[in-house]
């Protein structure tokens, strides 16, 4: 299957406002402006729970990283496939796109490599999910304004929160800033820094960095449809079991085409090079005048 990255990865009903009702007195557990501002995160979070669980959309699109590389990337219930355009920021020559033509022949026809890949991407899901389900509850959260079309909150660690895994502890000492768009509830920017270094093991297992820093950045692409569009991390530390933890990643995706339900993983590979948004389409139309003429 296509990967779906999580908001540090992916982003999920409302909840009830944490009232009281005694003696019929209403009772306010929290501030009324909190308890709105996570009932907000939480519709969020249902929201982006729910697509993930329900779309099968797959995407053709362009992809640039922090080294200058630039790729074609094709998704597909299979798995996802790309190619060379540009290496270090140049046109990419022939032997890496050779190599990269190896590898996506040996992949399109090796259930093993698509089964790694597919593992990969279960496990990126799981850890976006949980991480998800732990927003409303791992920050303190403020309504800062709201828009007709989104609402803008900020967030700080939770003083009360218990983190049930190494990777919610780190989520759990950000602070930063939620964009929630209206009427879908969809996330569109998740932005966070850490506010305190994380030991893990007195510093000897692992040691994470005070300013360490994200930015993830999601555009409707197409009605109803969202995706990552940027991804951006800076987190710097001492990491001996748990290696991602460290790691610094500027990635902007683009160009984001519809893939046609059913595509193959070796029509996949003959849309890595046609051009546009066409590529999509021609690559897998049964009569080459149906869309290629468009």
């Not at 060379?84 to 992949?107: C, S, V």
């Not at 597919?118 to 959260?141: C, I, K, Y």
């Not at 305190?196 to 999601?218: H, Y």
């Not at 951006?232 to 001996?240: N, Y």
């Amino acid at each position: 299957m296509g990967r779906r990255r999580p908001v540090v990865g992916a982003i999920g009903s409302v909840g009830a406002l944490a009232v009281l009702v005694c003696g019929g007195m209403l009772l306010l557990a929290v501030p009324l402006q909190a308890q709105d501002a996570k009932a907000i995160v939480q519709q969020a979070v249902n929201a982006e729970l729910e697509v993930s669980r329900t779309d099968r959309s797959r995407w053709r699109y362009r992809e640039t990283e922090m080294d200058g590389s630039e790729y074609a990337v094709v998704e597909t219930q299979d798995g996802e496939v790309k190619r060379h355009i540009k290496e270090n920021g140049q046109a990419a020559g022939a032997e890496t796109l050779r190599k990269d033509d190896d590898y996506n022949q040996r992949f399109a026809h090796d259930k093993a490599l698509q089964e790694k890949q597919r593992q990969a991407g279960l496990h990126d899901d799981r850890s976006a999910t949980e991480l998800l389900n732990e927003m409303p509850v791992a920050f303190v959260w403020k309504l800062e304004h709201e828009t007709g079309d989104e609402f803008a909150l900020s967030y700080q660690p939770n003083p009360d929160y218990s983190p049930p895994d190494m990777e919610s502890r780190v989520m759990g000492q950000m602070a930063g800033t939620l964009v929630v768009s209206k009427p879908d509830h969809r996330i569109k920017t998740f932005k966070g820094k850490l506010t305190n270094d994380i030991e893990i093991g007195w510093g000897l297992l692992a040691r994470i960095r005070q300013g360490g820093t994200f930015d993830v950045e999601r555009r409707q692409v197409a009605p109803g449809k969202w995706a990552i569009t940027e991804t951006h991390v800076h987190i710097s530390g001492h990491a001996l079991f748990f290696k991602t933890i460290g790691q610094q990643q500027d990635e902007v995706k683009m160009d984001f085409t519809p893939v046609p339900a059913g595509t193959t993983l070796e029509q996949a590979l003959g849309m890595l090079t046609l051009p546009g948004a066409k590529g999509a389409c021609c690559a897998v139309a049964t009569t080459k005048d149906a869309c290629c003429a468009r």
